[in-house]
């Protein structure tokens, strides 16, 4: 009689040490602590959809040609940077509306690039725009190679302005400058 009194006695301690020690480990658990802050955190975020239906909310048969065309305009200037800094030197390249030569030249100076992260693209001195000219000044963080650093180039922070200029229908990257 004694034992299976005993027997129970200590499956009751251990099922209550247990059911303690579960709770207190879901309090101190950090992985616990980071899943819940990250859902709390991810509530707050607009959703999906939301952003979707706000984008196609906008009525873009009033917009002017000439907004639309802002629109591409910078989207070249963008495409331009991160084919940079995705290393696809050609493809920035076919962008440009440079000859033979100068694309070479081009080639062998972003090659001096090692790594380079777009910080930000925005157009400025909007008031010297014209229907077939447009400036925008890019923020670039960069890693370079020694070489780079001699064409230009510095590692860490970088500012370039690049001229598009408009060649039939088609933007294109003109000037590629570190200074205005």
């Given at each position: ?80 940077c991160t ?6 030197f050609d ?90």
């Amino acid at each position: 009689m004694r034992a299976p009194f005993f027997i129970s006695m200590i499956m009751l301690c251990l099922i209550s040490m247990s059911a303690c020690t579960t709770e207190t480990e879901e309090k101190t658990d950090p992985t616990a602590q980071v899943t819940e802050a990250v859902e709390q955190a991810a509530d707050t975020l607009p959703k999906a959809e939301d952003i979707v239906n706000e984008t196609s909310s906008v009525d873009w048969t009033k917009m002017s040609l000439g907004e639309i065309e802002s629109a591409s305009e910078i989207l070249t200037a963008v495409e331009f940077c991160t084919y940079l800094a995705d290393s696809e030197f050609d493809a920035a390249l076919e962008l440009m509306d440079a000859d033979a030569t100068t694309k070479q030249a081009w080639k062998t100076n972003f090659s001096t690039l090692e790594k380079l992260k777009i910080e930000s693209v925005g157009p400025v001195r909007i008031a010297e725009w014209t229907d077939s000219r447009q400036i925008f000044k890019v923020h670039l963080t960069a890693t370079v190679s020694p070489e780079g650093e001699e064409l230009g180039w510095m590692n860490g922070e970088n500012e370039r302005w690049i001229s598009l200029q408009k060649n039939g229908d088609r933007w294109q990257v003109h000037e590629f400058a570190y200074n205005p």
